[in-house]
Nanobody, 124 residues
Framework: QVQLVESGGGLVQAGGSLRLSCTTS??????TGWFRQAPGKEREFVAA????????KYANSVKGRFTISRDNAKNTVYLQMNSLTPEDTAVYYC???????????????????WGQGTQVTVSS
């Protein structure tokens, strides 16, 4: 059975850092992205990475603060989040597809598999 499992969320003060992990089991995934959903808001794109790790893309709101990376040997994609603000508070989801040869960033409607989400809360 294919699974994506997120971890690393928690409560942090403004200005702090967290690193989220998204580990897959069952098969090797292609493009992977992080998305987030704040209370009362729609799910939004945060960052994406292709299978090889050579191509990344970020939402303007996190550019320069967040870094997406991956270790295919560990079947894990990371999201390093620095300089967090209360506006970053949300449930963070990872999503992936099976396209190992595509370099375009994955979009939410292209996701084949979603994780269960991990809560990130940033206090002011």
């Amino acid at each position: 059975q294919v699974q994506l499992v997120e971890s690393g969320g928690g409560l942090v003060q403004a200005g702090g850092s967290l690193r989220l992990s998204c580990t897959t089991s069952g098969r090797t995934f292609g493009r992977t992205g992080w998305f987030r959903q704040a209370p009362g808001k729609e799910r939004e794109f945060v960052a994406a990475i292709n299978w090889s790790g050579s191509s990344t893309k970020y939402a303007n709101s996190v550019k320069g603060r967040f870094t997406i990376s991956r270790d295919n040997a560990k079947n894990t994609v990371y999201l390093q989040m620095n300089s967090l603000t209360p506006e970053d508070t949300a449930v963070y989801y990872c999503g992936a597809d099976l396209k190992t040869g595509w370099n375009t960033p994955i979009r939410s409607y292209e996701v084949d598999y979603w994780g269960q989400g991990t809560q990130v809360t940033v206090s002011s």
